[in-house]
């Protein structure tokens, strides 16, 4: 990277990356940082032209992994991102372009690394590369700092604490998206890892009183769907000789780790729009659900999960309970608002399934709405649009409708719900129509579906559950619903 690079092609013969990961140690205080930090080339902006960079720069990353054991300056690039985050906050109150573009591009390139050094080594190789000390000949070791626990520890303090505005959006996206790396060392193992050094210092020590305000960020960045600023509004502005590095690519470093930590999988449909509608929502979002699923440790239960198993609405007065110190209040309608909105994504539908599964304050309120509508219309065009969802996706939609028929007041109010011109129904024009009615006319079509196509036991039997949980409050049902029931048995 550096001035002179202006193209991913030139990536490979930039002197400044050679340098790095040649065979000479550099000092944190030496200029080729400044030098270093100022790159610039043309932003990726598709998964083809991600590949090409990841492509261009693994020369360069497989050159740094062979010889930073012997030169530590993989240790010294995160020694000069960690000594520029001390003053970041002050700079984004200062409007310091400058200072913020090139603590950015640090972590950029800290990102790119750890995605190759990840992939190839165990967390104890990794370990032994953040911990790389410089002793001058006839002086005896001291205690190395820690710097994966400091370098973790500082992305959240960057996520929670650093004001969200344009110029400091790149630099939030990016440190969401290093902690998904981070966390990504699971992919590289086919046992569960239950003694994960990275968890342990997640869930320990210097980054546990940050867990609940941790999860409270990440939440409202996926409520508030903050979209990237335009390019002339943020701190990476295109310049006239082709210099500024656009905001686009600190969105898809972490691109081939996506699917994996989502429901998706194979056969999963990228959901692109979505993406570049919120890059901070979506990656905040993957980073929570990654978080809120991490294996609870011997001694201690997962933190994350437990304050999003316990936050509550800002409009609840109550105490919070003592024995759990992770809790907070979020305020439920604007959740409630972005889950209703947000459900063509199957991440979306998956915190959507945790929520109403793990927390009963949330439970109470979504049973408790007026407008249950737009919470169960989305899910039930999932379930209607079977043939173009992965399974993962359908089936969390059904275990959300199993949940919420398990309640008898949702029962009975769904009757009540008069809906017009549900113009996604193909197999008949419905005019009007109970929430109720139509809810059934779904899940006996996916009943249908599923015979003819999949024969899958499991979506039966669930499919078979919902209709079970709602018999006894059936009333006023369209004849169309009613007919259907008939010719189903």
């Not at 261009?56 to 985050?85: D, H, Y």
């Not at 966390?183 to 020590?205: A, D, N, P, T, V």
């Not at 949330?362 to 039930?380: G, Q």
Request: a negative charge.
């Amino acid at each position: 990277m550096g001035a002179n690079s202006s193209s991913i092609s030139e990536l490979p013969e930039n002197e400044y990356l050679k340098k790095l990961s040649g065979a000479e140690p550099i000092s944190e205080n030496d200029p080729f940082w400044n030098q270093l930090l100022s790159f610039s080339f043309t932003t990726p902006t598709n998964s083809a032209e991600l590949k090409l960079l990841e492509e261009a720069t693994i020369s360069v990353c497989k050159s740094l992994v062979e010889k930073n054991p012997r030169t530590g300056n993989l240790g010294s690039l995160i020694k000069v991102f960690l000594s520029r985050t001390k003053e970041l906050k002050i700079s984004a109150e200062c409007q310091n372009h400058l200072f913020i573009w090139q603590a950015h591009n640090a972590l950029f390139i800290i990102c790119c690394l750890l995605k190759v050094f990840i992939s190839r080594m165990s967390e104890e190789e990794l370990q032994l590369h953040f911990t790389y000390e410089d002793k001058t000949p006839g002086s005896y070791g001291t205690e190395c700092e820690d710097l994966i626990e400091e370098l973790l520890c500082c992305l959240i303090q960057l996520i929670v604490e650093i004001p969200l505005l344009d110029i400091t959006y790149s630099i939030s996206l990016e440190a969401v998206t290093t902690l998904v790396v981070f966390l990504s060392c699971q992919l590289f193992h086919k046992e569960i890892l239950r003694e994960s050094l990275i968890h342990k210092y997640l869930m320990h020590g210097r980054c546990l009183p940050y867990t609940s305000r941790l999860v409270k960020t990440l939440l409202y960045n996926f409520i508030r769907q903050e979209r990237s600023p335009p390019p002339g509004t943020h701190v990476f502005q295109q310049q006239p000789d082709g210099g500024g590095l656009l905001y686009g690519i600190a969105s898809g470093v972490a691109t081939g780790l996506r699917t994996v930590f989502t429901l998706g999988g194979v056969g999963s449909k990228p959901t692109p729009q979505l993406e570049q509608c919120s890059p901070l929502a979506h990656q905040s979002l993957l980073l929570l659900l990654v978080l809120a699923n991490l294996t609870d440790a011997p001694d201690t239960p997962n933190p994350y999960r437990q304050a999003i198993m316990s936050f509550k609405n800002t409009q609840d007065s109550s105490a919070f309970s003592s024995s759990n110190p992770h809790a907070f209040q979020i305020n439920f309608n604007s959740l409630y608002t972005a889950l209703c909105e947000q459900q063509r994504s199957d991440q979306a539908t998956l915190l959507l399934y945790m929520l109403l599964h793990q927390n009963g304050n949330v439970r109470t309120y979504v049973l408790a709405r007026t407008d249950i509508e737009n919470l169960v219309l989305p899910i039930l065009e999932i379930l209607y649009h079977v043939e173009e969802r992965n399974s993962h996706h359908v089936y969390m939609a059904l275990i959300i409708l199993l949940i919420l028929t398990e309640d008898d007041g949702f029962n009975r109010s769904i009757h009540e719900v008069i809906l017009k011109n549900i113009t996604w129904y193909a197999e008949r024009v419905l005019t009007e129509i109970s929430l109720g009615s139509l809810l059934i006319l779904v899940v006996i079509r996916t009943i249908q579906y599923n015979m003819t196509r999949t024969r899958d036991k499991y979506l039966h039997t669930n499919c078979l559950a919902a209709l079970a949980n709602m018999s006894a409050q059936f009333r006023s049902l369209h004849q169309y619903a009613a007919q259907r029931i008939i010719r189903s048995n």
